[in-house]
Protein backbone atom coordinates (compact mmCIF):
# COMPACT_ATOMS: atom_id res chain seq x y z
CA UNK A 1 0.00 0.00 0.00
CA UNK A 2 1.30 3.36 -0.97
CA UNK A 3 0.93 6.60 1.38
CA UNK A 4 -0.43 9.26 -0.10
CA UNK A 5 3.03 10.98 -0.60
CA UNK A 6 3.86 8.29 -2.67
CA UNK A 7 0.78 8.25 -4.87
CA UNK A 8 1.75 11.99 -5.64
CA UNK A 9 4.99 11.40 -6.32
CA UNK A 10 4.24 8.62 -8.11
CA UNK A 11 1.75 10.34 -10.43
CA UNK A 12 3.49 13.51 -11.39
CA UNK A 13 6.93 12.29 -11.72
CA UNK A 14 9.45 9.60 -13.50
CA UNK A 15 11.30 7.83 -10.66
CA UNK A 16 11.02 4.95 -7.89
CA UNK A 17 7.21 5.49 -6.86
CA UNK A 18 6.10 5.67 -10.57
CA UNK A 19 7.79 2.30 -10.94
CA UNK A 20 5.66 1.32 -8.59
CA UNK A 21 2.48 2.49 -9.72
CA UNK A 22 3.94 1.26 -12.88
CA UNK A 23 4.28 -2.45 -11.42
CA UNK A 24 0.66 -2.39 -10.33
CA UNK A 25 -0.43 -1.36 -13.64
CA UNK A 26 1.54 -4.38 -15.14
CA UNK A 27 -0.10 -6.53 -12.41
CA UNK A 28 2.49 -7.41 -10.61
CA UNK A 29 1.85 -5.85 -7.23
CA UNK A 30 -1.38 -4.69 -6.07
CA UNK A 31 -2.39 -1.40 -4.34
CA UNK A 32 -5.01 -0.41 -1.49
CA UNK A 33 -6.59 2.38 -0.57
CA UNK A 34 -9.53 3.83 1.56
CA UNK A 35 -11.69 6.46 1.24
CA UNK A 36 -10.58 8.45 3.54
CA UNK A 37 -6.66 8.18 1.64
CA UNK A 38 -8.47 8.87 -1.76
CA UNK A 39 -10.18 11.71 0.15
CA UNK A 40 -6.58 12.94 1.16
CA UNK A 41 -5.02 12.51 -2.78
CA UNK A 42 -7.37 13.95 -4.12
CA UNK A 43 -7.21 17.47 -2.36
CA UNK A 44 -3.31 17.24 -2.73
CA UNK A 45 -3.70 16.52 -6.68
CA UNK A 46 -5.88 19.59 -6.51
CA UNK A 47 -3.79 22.09 -4.81
CA UNK A 48 -3.02 25.15 -6.84
CA UNK A 49 0.89 24.22 -7.28
CA UNK A 50 -0.01 20.64 -8.65
CA UNK A 51 -2.96 21.87 -10.89
CA UNK A 52 -0.29 24.38 -12.72
CA UNK A 53 2.29 22.05 -13.08
CA UNK A 54 -0.06 19.38 -14.35
CA UNK A 55 -1.47 22.08 -16.84
CA UNK A 56 1.64 22.41 -18.22
CA UNK A 57 2.31 19.30 -18.71
CA UNK A 58 -1.79 18.95 -20.54
CA UNK A 59 -2.84 16.16 -17.51
CA UNK A 60 -5.94 16.29 -15.36
CA UNK A 61 -6.02 16.13 -11.59
CA UNK A 62 -9.32 14.77 -12.17
CA UNK A 63 -7.74 12.01 -14.43
CA UNK A 64 -4.87 11.48 -12.37
CA UNK A 65 -7.06 10.94 -9.51
CA UNK A 66 -9.42 8.73 -10.85
CA UNK A 67 -6.64 6.27 -12.68
CA UNK A 68 -5.36 6.03 -9.36
CA UNK A 69 -8.76 5.46 -7.65
CA UNK A 70 -9.46 2.65 -10.26
CA UNK A 71 -6.17 0.83 -10.06
CA UNK A 72 -6.01 0.11 -6.17
CA UNK A 73 -8.36 -2.69 -4.35
CA UNK A 74 -10.47 -0.17 -1.72
CA UNK A 75 -10.36 -1.35 1.77
CA UNK A 76 -13.11 0.18 4.80
CA UNK A 77 -10.79 -0.23 7.59
CA UNK A 78 -11.81 0.75 11.26
CA UNK A 79 -10.32 3.84 13.32
CA UNK A 80 -7.18 2.17 15.19
CA UNK A 81 -8.33 1.56 18.80
CA UNK A 82 -5.37 4.03 20.09
CA UNK A 83 -2.99 6.96 18.31
CA UNK A 84 0.05 5.19 16.90
CA UNK A 85 1.79 7.57 14.64
CA UNK A 86 3.51 11.15 16.22
CA UNK A 87 1.05 12.10 13.28
CA UNK A 88 -2.64 11.17 13.53
CA UNK A 89 -3.18 11.34 9.55
CA UNK A 90 -0.93 8.49 9.45
CA UNK A 91 -2.55 6.34 11.70
CA UNK A 92 -5.36 6.22 8.81
CA UNK A 93 -2.13 4.21 6.37
CA UNK A 94 -1.87 2.01 9.10
CA UNK A 95 -5.37 1.07 9.63
CA UNK A 96 -5.77 0.42 5.85
CA UNK A 97 -2.77 -1.37 5.65
CA UNK A 98 -3.86 -3.78 8.67
CA UNK A 99 -7.30 -4.16 6.92
CA UNK A 100 -6.02 -5.11 3.28
CA UNK A 101 -3.31 -7.26 5.07
CA UNK A 102 -0.92 -5.33 2.97
CA UNK A 103 2.77 -7.14 2.74
CA UNK A 104 4.03 -3.51 3.03
CA UNK A 105 3.53 0.42 3.31
CA UNK A 106 5.33 2.50 1.21
CA UNK A 107 5.96 6.13 2.47
CA UNK A 108 8.25 9.05 1.94
CA UNK A 109 6.99 10.30 5.58
CA UNK A 110 9.72 10.52 8.37
CA UNK A 111 6.65 9.85 11.08
CA UNK A 112 5.67 6.50 9.28
CA UNK A 113 9.33 5.38 8.49
CA UNK A 114 10.23 5.62 12.85
CA UNK A 115 7.94 3.06 13.04
CA UNK A 116 9.48 0.49 10.41
CA UNK A 117 6.92 -1.51 11.14
CA UNK A 118 3.62 -2.00 12.32
CA UNK A 119 1.71 -5.39 13.30
CA UNK A 120 4.38 -7.26 11.49
CA UNK A 121 3.80 -4.86 8.42
CA UNK A 122 7.38 -3.42 6.98
CA UNK A 123 7.19 0.45 6.20
CA UNK A 124 9.53 0.95 3.54
CA UNK A 125 10.88 3.75 1.19
CA UNK A 126 10.03 3.39 -2.35
CA UNK A 127 13.93 2.17 -3.03
CA UNK A 128 13.75 -0.24 -0.58
CA UNK A 129 9.72 -1.79 -2.04
CA UNK A 130 11.26 -0.90 -6.02
CA UNK A 131 14.22 -3.13 -5.22
CA UNK A 132 11.70 -5.96 -3.49
CA UNK A 133 9.67 -6.45 -5.92
CA UNK A 134 12.31 -6.00 -8.79
CA UNK A 135 14.91 -8.33 -6.97
CA UNK A 136 17.39 -5.57 -6.64
CA UNK A 137 17.66 -5.17 -10.45
Partial sequence: MLDTNTVVSGLLWQGLPARLIDAAEAGRIELVSSTALLAELQ????????????????LDPADLFDGYAALAV????????????????????????????????????????????????????????????????
Fill in 43 to 58: GVLSRRKFVRQLARRG
Fill in 74 to 137: HVMPAPLPQPVSRDPDDDKVLACAITAQADAIVSGDGDLLTLKSFQGIPILTAARAVEKITGGK
